[in-house]
């Protein structure tokens, strides 16, 4: 071989002229190289496709449930600590502050329209002296209501409603 002739760009050998053509070859056989280059492609794409379907089925799988709220202590109505409740009665109905009123009524403004019917203000609710007496329908509504509200459930169920199969 002589020192003159290029240099294979695959094994690094001298290559020979060829007796027929004009050119040099390589004196080793070399499989075609666009094949190799798709069998590169093929793998990476088949990495990437795995990689996607691991994504996909361990990453979206878990739900991440938010921790439900317990309240370890009444908060303060003026200077009571009682949350606005000053006594529940025997038929399960209670009496409250007209700050508790004031916050039911907020909170039917915010989440009335998952309830049919739709609870108006004041509604279920009788004013005793300087309080006001809520019934027990209503009082299951204003602490379900205030639950939501601790665990920021979206205010509007028309726009948040899930979809039913």
Known sequence: MRRGNPICPICRE??????????????????????????????ALFFLSALLLAMCAFGCTS??????????????????????????????????????????NGLVDLYGAYFKPRPKHDEGLVQVGSNWQIDAEHLVKFGTMNRWRKEGKPTDPIIHAPILP
Not at 20 to 34: A, E, K, V
């Open 63 to 104: 739900t991440i449930t938010p921790p439900k709220i317990h309240d370890t202590q009444a908060s303060f109505d003026g200077n009571a600590q009682n949350s606005g409740f000053i006594q529940y009665n025997e038929d399960g109905s209670a009496l409250i502050t007209p700050h508790a009123r004031d916050r039911y």
């Open 14 to 43: 001298y290559m020979i002229k060829e007796i027929y053509g004009q050119g040099y070859r390589c004196i080793y056989p070399h499989p075609d190289r666009t094949a190799q280059k798709l069998k590169r492609i093929a793998l």
